[in-house]
C-alpha cells in the first residue's frame, strides 16, 4: 500500500508521489505536471493531443467513452452523449432552469432543490459521477504518458465557483480514484503559471480575462503574503469563441441567401458550416482574409468584417471587466498586471481591446489553453515540498463538517485549507413543526459520520414551529490561527443562535491523522456509493412524505382513481427505500414525481383563483 506522506505541520507532501494539475473545463480539460528540469509541462498522451474534450458518450454496448472518442456522438447521439457537464455541477434544478434548453440530453426536473441528476437510458448520473468520467480518463492518460500511478491531484475550479460546486468537484475527484488536495481557483493558477505571487513579499493586484469556447469571466485578484483573494468577479456563462463562430456563419447565410432555419435544422450542413466558421476565425488570427467552400457554396470573411461583427460581443466583455473592477473598488490604474486565459483571446481584436482597456500590455505568452493547468501544476509542486522558496501556510489536515441527513458527513471546511479560515452553508428542517437541530460535529476524510471523530453536538434550540424546508439555518464554522473551531448556528427567521468552541487537532497524534487519512483513500470508493444510495434514500424518504402529506391534505382536488394509482407510486418507493439501488430508487421518484407533478400545479391553480376571489369580495 502506498505510503500517505503528509507533513501535518505543513500540509505539504513528501516527494516519492507525483502530484498533478488538473484544469476540469466547460469544453476541454487537460492535465500538467512538473518534470525533472522543474519545468511546468502539459501532458500529451501519445497521439491523443493535450485537450481532452469533456464529453461522455454511452454507447448502447454499455461502453462508455470519454474524450476525443466521444465527441463525433454529439451530432450522431445526442442524447446518449453528456457534453458541458461542468456547467450542472452542484447545482438544483432550480438553479439550471433558465438554460435547460441548452442540454441535448437528459436533465431530471424534480422541481426540488436537490442536486440534478441526468438519465441516460435507464440509469441516473449525478454531475459529479459525469465528471469522475472525465477525471479517471485523465488521471489514465497521465499514468500512461509518465509511466507511473497518480493518485494526487490539485484541480481548478472557476474563481466563481460556490461552496457546494467545489465540493462537488472534490467528490468527483475522490469518484475517480483521486486525492484531491487541493481545490485552486483558475485564475489564481494561470497568475501562477506567469510566475506572479510566487514569492511572499510580492504584493500585486490583478486582472485575469478567461474567455472560452462558451463562457467568459474575468477576476480581480489581490495577491498579499501568499496569500491570492479574490476581490471580485464577473462574466457571461453563455458567451465565448462559439458565439464568434455564430456571427460569421450567420453572415455567410445571409451573404448567400440561405435560410438560417433551413441550414441549421439539417445536422450535417450545420456542422460543415460550424467547422468552417471555426475554421475561419482561427484563421482571421494571423491573417486578414480567408476563403473556403462549404456545400459547393464559395464562403470568404475579411479580418476586418469579422471585428466589426464581434465588436459588440468584446463589448460586453469590456463591460464586464468595468463591473469587476467597480465591485472590487479598484480603478484600472492599480492593476500591475492583465493575464489572459482560454483559446478565444488568441483573437487579436480581442487582446486589442483588453490591452486598451486597461491600458497595459497583456500576458499572452503562455498558451491560453494551457496557463490554467500549467498553473495547477505549480501549485501541485508546492504542496509536494519541492519549492521551498515558496511559502507555505498552515493548513488545518483533516476537514471538518456536520453530520446531516442519513448520517453522512458534510464537508464546511475541507482538509488542507488555509487557517485562519471559515466557512458556512444553509441548512432547514426536514419535518413540519421542526422546533430544534441536532448540529452534531465531526472531523475526517470519510463520507458517514461514523467513521470520523464527533467533536462537539448541541441542540439548536427554539426554531419557530414552520412548515418543513422553511426555517434558514446558517451554520458558520470559524477557525482560527490556533486551530480553535467555533461552530455557531443561527436561524435567520428568528434569530435563535447557539454556538460552541472546540481544539479539533486536541489528543490526536500525527500518527492517528496519517491513519484516518489512509483508511479514506483505502474506503473512498466504497464510501462514495454509499454516500449515493443515503443520499437517494434521503431524497426519496422526503418525496413519500410529501406526497403522503399531498394525499392528507389535497384529495379532495384528485380522482379516486388518482388517488390509488398515487398510492401505488409510493409503495413501490416505499419498497425500493430499504435496498441498497441508487438507480431503482432514483427511477421509482422520477416516476412518483411525473406522475404527481399536473397535480400540484392543479392545486395551485386552485389555491390562486380561490385567492383571486378573496381579493375581488376584499375590493
Ligand atoms: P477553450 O474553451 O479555452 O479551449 O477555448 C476554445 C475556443 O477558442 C474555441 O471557441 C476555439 O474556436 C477558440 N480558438 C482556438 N484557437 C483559436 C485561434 N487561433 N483564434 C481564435 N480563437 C481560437
Known sequence: ???????????????????????????NSLIAYINDDKEAKVINDTGKGILVPSIIHFHPTGEIIVGNDAKPYLISDPQNTIFSVKRLLGQSYKDIENFKDFFSYKVIDDDTESIVKIKVGNKFYTPIELSAMILRELKERAEHALKTPVNKVVITVPAYFNDAQRQATRDAGKIAGLDVLRIVNEPTAASLAYGIGLHP???????VYDLGGGTFDVSILKIQNGIFEV?????????????????????????????????MSNSSLAQAFRLGAEEAKIALSSQNIYQTTIDGHLCGITKQTFEELIKPLVEKTINCCALALKDAGVQV????????????????????????????????????????ALGA???????????????????????LGIETMGGLMDVIIPRNSKVPTKAGRQYTTSIDGQVNMKVSVYQGERDLVKENRKLAEFDLKGIPSMPAGLPKVDINFMLNADGILKVQALELRSGVKQEVEVKPTYGLTDDEVEQMLLDSITNAKEDVAQRMIIEARTEGEQMVYTAENFLKKSAEYLSIDEIAKTQQYINVLKEELPKANKDSILKAIDELNEYTRPFAERVMDVAVSQAMKGKKIDE
Open 333 to 372: 490604474s492599480e492593476i500591475n498586471e492583465v493575464v489572459m486565459v482560454g483559446g478565444s483571446t488568441r483573437t487579436p481584436f480581442v487582446k486589442q481591446n483588453v490591452a486598451t482597456f486597461f491600458n497595459k500590455a497583456v500576458h499572452d505568452e503562455i498558451n491560453p489553453d494551457e496557463v490554467v
Open 231 to 263: 476581490l471580485s468577479t464577473n462574466g457571461d456563462t453563455f458567451l465565448g469563441g462559439d458565439d464568434f463562430d455564430r456571427v460569421i456563419i450567420d453572415y455567410w447565410l445571409n451573404a448567400l441567401s440561405l435560410n438560417p432555419k433551413e441550414v
Open 377 to 399: 501544476a505549480i501549485q501541485a509542486d508546492v504542496l509536494s515540498g519541492n519549492r521551498t522558496d515558496i511559502l507555505l501556510l498552515d493548513v488545518t489536515p483533516l476537514s
Open 1 to 27: 500500500m502506498a505510503k500517505v506522506s503528509i507533513n501535518i505541520a505543513t500540509g505539504s507532501l513528501q516527494k516519492e508521489e507525483i502530484i498533478i494539475g488538473i484544469d476540469l473545463g466547460t469544453t
Open 201 to 207: 513579499d510580492e504584493e500585486k493586484t490583478i486582472a
